[in-house]
């Protein structure tokens, strides 16, 4: 038996519980120890016979975790895994929406550094933002979504709090829903992205679909989206995705959107917009926002969560906003109070890097406008690769098939139509990385790949039932 110098505390009724106990372990076995132990306390030292413990409470093959089951892989950023195991020099990961280079590399944008380096520059410190976040953030950002010169700014109307990016702004919304509107439901699109419904569940927010996408057509269910919003409960939260519609590229016209608000309004429903692809969509900030503006300028009451992932390639930095169009100043006061309270017991406060990049660049009229042309330059390569694809796809595909579709989508995502068989077959044949509802993001995709990926489609959609 060999000895050790490890000191253990015991508490034995017998010592004074004034005093300090310690104690000394004079030989260990390799389970379980006995021996002398020696115990000092201010009065005395004293030895006593230790024969180990008559039960061990925790043992190697029982753990009181033992029901947690094992987390299927997220739908999405499991596709990147798979990606990143795969050695094949043709692998295209076209799952998750993060833009790409030409040459398929991540991209920090140049204004952001510009913005970084003033920032190091001025030497800020660190310390605790308020819990709705910066102010010049959400002013900016308030700005950005509604327009500067929009009434509901000016009549002070909009309760903003800066958020966890998009995620975390749905999140303390579905929250608040979830506090003051007790049995609302949310309507959510089908498809949608795959996060809102995990978002919804574990706010304990009912939902159920409402119908979007037409099969047939590749396109917009206009008129099953109308009557299913017609018959949604008087008061349900509709989520709407403000432009580039996540997965399906497929936004409705103008003249849609002027039904759909109508609707809402008759209804007396609550639109709750997702707007993560301002400017990044059609490359202007203004076209991109039109939707919401829309919604607002009716007299809607209506809430907007805002990202910065996308169109400022932010992605790491989480930030964003949950914006509420209430119908008076004072109603605005109050709810930005209450989502505060969610916030602060959810995560205190927000993080200050990259709401200061956003403020500094959307605050500054010459780095502004650097963003613009820069955001327009990203959006024009996806829309190159998406006419690419479409060139490609047609002059292929001998069988007459319609290809068309891929050019009325919008935004980074394009929606093929292929099913679960197809798109495994995409994954296993061809080594292109999809989620597999179909969906594919052009900004994975360059000039080069176009033909290699309209072989793959047109082999997945033609021999794979």
Request: hydrophobic share 40%.
């Amino acid at each position: 038996m060999s000895t050790a110098g490890l000191c253990l505390s015991f508490a034995f009724p017998s010592v004074s519980s004034r005093s300090q106990k310690y104690c000394k372990v004079s030989e260990i076995g390799s389970s379980a120890f006995s021996g002398n132990v020696t115990i000092w306390n201010a009065n005395r030292i004293s030895k006593i016979k230790y024969s180990g413990p008559k039960k061990t409470r925790i043992s190697a093959s029982a753990s009181q975790f033992d029901a947690i089951t094992m987390a299927p892989p997220d739908p999405i950023l499991g596709v990147s895994e798979a990606f990143k195991a795969d050695t094949n020099d043709l692998k295209l990961n076209l799952g998750v929406g993060a833009y790409r280079t030409e040459e398929l590399q991540p991209y920090v944008l140049n204004v952001v550094k510009k913005a970084e380096a003033l920032l190091l520059e001025k030497a800020e410190n660190k310390e605790y933002l308020p819990i709705e976040g910066l102010a010049g953030f959400n002013k900016v950002t308030a700005e950005l979504i509604f327009g500067v010169d929009s009434s509901v700014l000016m009549e002070g109307r909009v309760a903003t709090v800066q958020g966890l990016s998009g995620t975390g702004s749905l999140r303390l919304a579905a929250a608040f829903i979830q506090r003051y509107f007790p049995g609302a439901k949310a309507l959510i699109s089908a498809p949608t992205w795959g996060n809102h419904k995990n978002i919804f569940n574990d706010a304990g927010v009912p939902w159920s679909e409402y119908r979007y996408y037409d099969q047939k057509t590749v396109g917009l269910d206009f008129d099953g989206m109308i009557e299913d919003i017609k018959a949604a409960p008087t008061g349900s939260f509709i989520v709407l995705h403000g432009c580039a519609h996540n997965p399906t590229g497929i936004d409705p016209t103008p003249e849609q959107w002027h039904a759909i608000a109508d609707v809402i309004q008759e209804k007396d429903h609550i639109p709750f917009f997702d707007v993560a692809y301002q400017g990044f969509a059609s490359g202007d900030l203004d076209t991109d926002a039109s939707s919401v503006r829309l919604f607002a300028s009716c007299g809607l009451e209506l809430l907007v969560a805002q990202s910065y992932s996308k169109n400022l390639g932010l992605y790491a930095e989480r930030v964003g906003a949950i914006n509420v169009v209430c119908s008076s100043a004072d109603a605005a006061l109050r709810v930005r109070s209450q989502i505060k309270r969610i916030a602060r017991a959810m995560y205190s406060n927000p993080p200050v890097h990259g709401a200061r990049i956003v403020a500094n660049v959307v605050g500054d009229p010459m780095l502004f406008g650097e963003w613009k042309a820069e955001m327009e330059l990203m959006a024009g390569r996806i829309k190159k690769v998406r006419q690419a694809l479409f060139d490609c796809l047609s002059a292929k595909d001998k069988s007459g098939k319609d290809w068309s579709f891929i050019l009325r989508q919008i935004g980074m995502f394009s929606f093929t139509g292929l099913n679960k068989s197809q798109s495994d077959n995409m994954t296993e044949k061809w080594h292109v990385y999809m989620t597999k509802d179909g969906r594919i993001s052009l900004a994975g995709l360059s000039l080069a790949k176009t033909e290699y990926l309209a072989d793959a489609i047109i082999d997945s959609f033609h021999n794979v039932s």
